[in-house]
């Protein structure tokens, strides 16, 4: 009888291990994201401005952020042998579900305009300013073709404008993605944009061009920090990709909308007081290097020396898959 009992004991206890197990495989394996940056410089070299593929583990559909260089970056990822086609334009056509463009500036629209004959018809999200610009300035026939879905005929249609609204949520079709956008200062009162993307209760949030609230005269980084703050806490925030243009010695009437690592920094530990102190369990993702003699090797090693609350700290590098757990 004793012996039944340990039996059935042991028996239940296998199941629930298994159960556990299988609920943390689960959570592994799906409720986290493939990013793949097909450029990741904030200018001159034109083969390698800021564009990020996002998807959720186990989904071949990426939403692509920003898309100042699309063609290269497929080239350089078909050769990683990172998608099953080796074909760069099919790969866009087939693997970019949707783009989401943080602002107009070319170093974040040209591969998309560059490549839009090639590519299949899909939703292009973006806050009113931005696709305004694409409407009034490049999807035009003196600049152009109107590829959009509307302004100047003849009207080609393939890319449908979806304007997004501040702070709604929004699912992706076929991505099981979510995307919330939040309005950025860059060079007030122009806009840039920060995509918070979420995979069931996970999330990553990557930010356009921006400049400090205290040199914009604004709150959009504040209140951005009040909304993710309650995520770092949860350790739901894997990864932030964020931009840090200049080095130090540019001088803050000088930045044009963007950060330096001490301005940088001077974020950073808001956001860290608002979160308890947590923000080290989240990824840091140095974005928009802007190329100059030796940037490069300064800024990572101000940003190094500013770093004062330990944040684990990466630079994306082109066509090289990062995936967050
Ligand atoms: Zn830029
Ligand atoms: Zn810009």
């Known amino acids: 009888m004793k012996q039944k009992f340990l039996v059935a004991v042991s028996i239940l206890l296998m199941v629930v291990a298994h159960v556990a197990g299988q609920s943390n495989n689960a959570s592994i394996s799906s409720n986290s994201f493939k990013v793949i940056p097909l450029g990741v410089k904030g200018g001159l070299d034109e083969s390698n401005l800021s564009a990020y593929l996002v998807a959720a583990s186990g989904n071949d559909q990426f939403i692509c952020l920003d898309a100042g260089t699309i063609y290269k970056g497929l080239e350089l990822a ?32 040209a591969g998309l ?13 973006g806050l009113a300013s931005v696709l305004d610009v694409f409407k009034k300035n490049y999807f035009t026939w003196s600049a152009w ?16 404008y979806q304007t997004l609204t501040p ?43 921006t400049g400090p609230d205290r040199v914009e005269q604004s709150t959009q980084l504040a209140q951005l920090w009040q909304t993710i703050a309650p995520l770092v806490i949860k350790n739901q925030l894997k990864a932030i990709f964020i931009e840090v243009s200049f080095d130090n010695s540019v001088s803050e009437k000088a930045l044009f909308g963007h950060l330096t690592p001490n301005l940088l920094m001077e974020e950073m530990v808001k956001l860290n007081q608002l979160a308890n102190g947590q923000l080290k369990n989240t990824q840091l993702y140095v974005t928009h290097i802007k190329p100059c003699d030796d940037c490069e090797i300064k800024i990572k090693a ?16 082109q066509a090289t898959l990062i995936e967050l757990k």
């Open 167 to 209: 702070k709604l949520e929004i699912p992706i079709d076929k991505t099981g993605l979510f995307v919330t956008p939040f309005v950025l200062s860059h060079v007030n009162p122009y806009e840039s944009t920060a995509f918070l993307v979420r995979n069931q209760d996970a999330y990553l949030l990557y930010l356009g061009d």
């Open 302 to 317: 101000e940003i190094q020396a500013a770093n004062q609350i330990g944040l684990k700290i990466f630079y994306p590098t």
């Open 78 to 109: 078909a050769q990683k042998k990172i998608f099953k086609s080796s074909n760069p334009s099919i790969i866009q056509q087939n693997n970019i579900n949707s783009y989401f463009i943080s602002h107009a500036h070319l170093d974040h629209t």
């Open 145 to 160: 073709a109107n590829f959009g879905t509307e302004g100047e005929a003849p009207i080609l249609k393939k890319y449908s």
């Open 113 to 125: 305009i560059m490549n839009s004959p090639n590519d299949k018809a899909k939703n292009l999200y």
